[in-house]
T-cell receptor, first 113, second 109 residues
Framework: EPEVTQTPSHQVTQMGQEVILRCVPISNHLYFYWYRQILGQKVEFLVSFYNNEISEKSEIFDDQFSVERPDGSNFTLKIRSTKLEDSAMYFC???????????FGPGTRLTVT | GQNIDQPTEMTATEGAIVQINCTYQTSGFNGLFWYQQHAGEAPTFLSYNVLDGLEEKGRFSSFLSRSKGYSYLLLKELQMKDSASYLCASDSGNTPLVFGKGTRLSVIA
């Protein structure tokens, strides 16, 4: 069964450093999403991406964040200058055209020290 | 604004039935999702309700009342592996998914 994959599974970085989280959505999906979940808290929407551009973003997704689809398979989330409060599990999700079901990847646990 | 409420924790016995409630107040509403999330894992899709009423899918059923801003997830014949968090999420159009804090269900023998 096709699945969303994410790398790395765990990333440790120092405050102020840039990180890039990588996702490979399901191959025939057209909508891509990033969510985050701070430990013990709810899942929060960050951004959605369709047709090579951001379609929606939340207040969390400020100028420090960016997304990119550098090729036909990868979807990346970049945090330019990480802060301690960016420590969280980051989930990538994808969905097909005309489908409401979003498939989540296993997540990347980001730890900022 | 967006507000989704669900109980923080529930405990139920193996083989029993449990109902997890969710109420929502959103500025726009397309439908209501339920996801299951085991500790340290990604959410997995359980159901999506757009119309009022009950939708059954095996041991899991989900109900929606749009006029009351209310949904529930019904789990029958509980198994130990059903111990997980159950996330209610609204699809409001402006933001793809707005999640509640989740209900942590513990199934005991």
């Amino acid at each position: 069964e096709p699945e969303v994959t994410q790398t790395p599974s765990h990333q440790v970085t120092q405050m102020g450093q840039e990180v890039i989280l990588r996702c490979v959505p399901i191959s025939n999906h057209l909508y891509f999403y990033w969510y985050r979940q701070i430990l013990g808290q709810k899942v929060e929407f960050l951004v959605s991406f369709y047709n090579n551009e951001i379609s929606e973003k939340s207040e969390i997704f400020d100028d420090q964040f960016s997304v990119e689809r550098p090729d036909g398979s990868n979807f990346t989330l970049k945090i330019r200058s990480t802060k301690l409060e960016d420590s969280a599990m980051y989930f990538c999700a994808s969905s097909a055209l005309n489908s409401y079901e979003q498939y989540f990847g296993p997540g990347t646990r980001l730890t900022v020290t | 604004g967006q507000n989704i409420d669900q109980p923080t924790e529930m405990t139920a016995t193996e083989g029993a039935i449990v109902q997890i409630n969710c109420t929502y107040q959103t500025s726009g509403f397309n439908g209501l999702f339920w996801y299951q999330q085991h500790a340290g894992e990604a959410p997995t899709f359980l159901s999506y309700n757009v119309l009022d009423g009950l939708e059954e899918k095996g041991r899991f059923s989900s109900f929606l009342s749009r006029s009351k801003g209310y949904s529930y997830l019904l789990l029958k014949e509980l198994q130990m592996k059903d111990s997980a968090s159950y996330l209610c999420a609204s699809d409001s159009g402006n933001t793809p998914l707005v999640f509640g804090k989740g209900t942590r269900l513990s199934v005991i023998a």
